[in-house]
């Protein structure tokens, strides 16, 4: 059964402090990615990958970076958060017989 | 660019009552439709589905038929439960299969 793991699963930080949220897969899937949820606005991507060492921008990625140098993880970066960062973030895998996705518990974060 | 609209509520019900959750899209080609839903304080869980036109997604007495010509995927159930009071999103994969996009959620609250 596929399991999607996220780190932390909360987490307050201040602004500019450099923070990494990571997502690990344990059934070799190729395709991940990221989203932020906000209310009023559903999810939105931020970055997905196709498979190790290729990643590609989503909706709103401005503010992000992401790496997949293994095809396990697919950590998420914030250089330098800032307050509209604040958000619930889900990691999510595609799996199933239709590539649907299947999504980690998430990760709430707030950027003071 | 592909778009999902979908009725924001949040929709209160008395339990047993009639249940529909208005979704419509906008897609070039022939997308797929899902309908996932978020516990509280748990991530998305996919729903049901639907591939091609005219199918029927069905799961834990939710249904939703995929129309085409009125790009439509509401999502309904004849009897709710407490159980049920969540947040529904309607959600498209584009026909290349790169793409999933998400309504803004449909937030239900299910009184006794």
């Known amino acids: 059964e596929a399991q999607v793991t996220q780190n932390p699963r909360y987490l307050i930080t201040v602004t500019g402090k450099k923070l990494t949220v990571t997502c690990s897969q344990n059934?070799?899937?190729?395709?991940m990615s990221w989203y932020r949820q906000d209310p009023g606005l559903g999810l939105r991507q931020i970055y997905y990958?196709?498979?190790?060492?290729?990643?590609d921008k989503g909706d709103v990625p401005e503010g992000y970076k992401v790496s997949r140098k293994e095809k396990r993880n697919f950590p998420l970066i914030l250089e330098s958060p800032s307050p509209n960062q604040t958000s619930l973030y889900f990691c999510?895998?595609?799996?199933?017989?239709?590539?649907?996705?299947?999504f980690g518990p998430g990760t709430r974060l707030t950027v003071l | 660019g592909n778009s999902v609209t979908q009725m924001e509520g949040p929709v209160t019900l008395s339990e047993e009552a009639f249940l529909t959750i208005n979704c419509t899209y906008t897609?070039?080609?022939?997308?797929?439709l899902f309908w996932y839903v978020q516990y509280p304080g748990e991530g998305l869980q996919l729903l049901l589905k639907?591939?091609?036109?005219?199918d029927k997604g069905s799961n834990k007495g939710f249904e939703a038929t995929y129309r085409k010509e009125t790009t439509s995927f509401h999502l309904e159930k004849g009897s709710v439960q407490v159980s049920d009071s969540a947040v529904y999103f309607c959600?498209?994969?584009?026909?290349?299969?790169?793409?999933?996009?998400f309504g803004p959620g449909t937030r239900l609250s299910v009184l006794p």
């Open positions: 897609a070039t080609g022939y997308p797929s």
């Open positions: 059934m070799n899937h190729e395709y």
């Open positions: 639907a591939t091609k036109a005219d």
């Open positions: 990958s196709m498979n190790v060492e290729v990643t």
């Open positions: 959600a498209l994969r584009d026909n290349y299969g790169q793409n999933f996009v």
């Open positions: 999510a895998i595609r799996t199933g017989a239709h590539n649907e996705q299947f």
